[in-house]
């Protein structure tokens, strides 16, 4: 219950894969544009305890247009994915 406390402000799924992700709310983009904000997800998975956070920023239909990973597990730049306005993989910065 604390994951969906501290996670999961915006709601919740649980997936088919028994896997459980936790919405947070969108924070306003400071720049007016395409892009109306962010939010942080955090999915867990109850079987093995493992737990993965990552950024998503959201234009305004509401589609995920950039994926960002919060830990980044080489100590490397964090590396930013980004997707077009219908979903598809465009690339990475």
């Known amino acids: 219950m604390s994951q969906l406390e501290k996670y999961g ?3 919740h ?3 088919k894969n028994g896997r459980i992700r936790y919405y947070g709310e969108v924070k306003p983009a400071k720049k007016a ?3 109306v904000g962010r939010r942080t997800v955090r999915e867990w998975d109850p079987s093995t305890g493992a737990k993965r956070t990552w950024h998503e920023t959201i234009d305004g239909a509401g589609t995920v247009r950039q994926v960002r ?5 080489t100590g490397d730049k964090k590396v930013h994915f980004t997707f077009d306005k219908d979903g598809k993989y465009t690339g990475q910065w």
Request: charge should be negative; charged fraction near 35%.
């Open 33 to 35: 544009g395409e892009m």
């Open 9 to 11: 402000k915006a709601g």
């Open 13 to 15: 799924k649980q997936l």
């Open 69 to 73: 990973p919060q830990e980044d597990i």
